[in-house]
Nanobody, 121 residues
């Protein structure tokens, strides 16, 4: 089994910054794609940013130029630096990781528990 533990959410004023972290642990042979999704009240979960193991990155249009995703493969950790935050960024942010599991010897998708980000004055 693999666990994803997120941290870094909170309340911030418009224009402020937050940094989210997500650490994967457990029966990991290799982490493949890692990413962040978010879900606002009454809306579907949407991709915010994703990063492949080799470093290729994809961002949602709504966050390009403001958010930066990065990862540390030695720590099985993915980060999301969020700058110039807007009220519309308010949502629960979920970490996602595709992991090659040592115990089952196949890849699985795992999700974190979610962390609340609220942008409000």
């Amino acid at each position: 089994q693999v666990q994803l533990v997120e941290s870094g959410g909170g309340l911030v004023q418009p224009g402020g910054s937050l940094r989210l972290s997500c650490a994967a642990s457990g029966s990991i042979f290799r982490t493949n794609a890692m990413g962040w999704y978010r879900q606002a009240p009454g809306k579907q979960r949407e991709l915010v940013a994703a990063i492949l193991r080799g470093g290729s990155i994809n961002y949602a249009d709504s966050v390009k130029g403001r958010f930066t995703i990065s990862r540390d493969n030695t720590k099985n950790t993915v980060y999301l630096q969020m700058n110039s935050l807007k009220p519309e960024d308010t949502a629960v942010y979920y970490c996602n990781a595709n992991v090659w599991d040592r115990s089952s010897w196949r890849d699985h998708d795992y999700w974190g528990q979610g962390t609340q980000v609220t942008v409000s004055s």
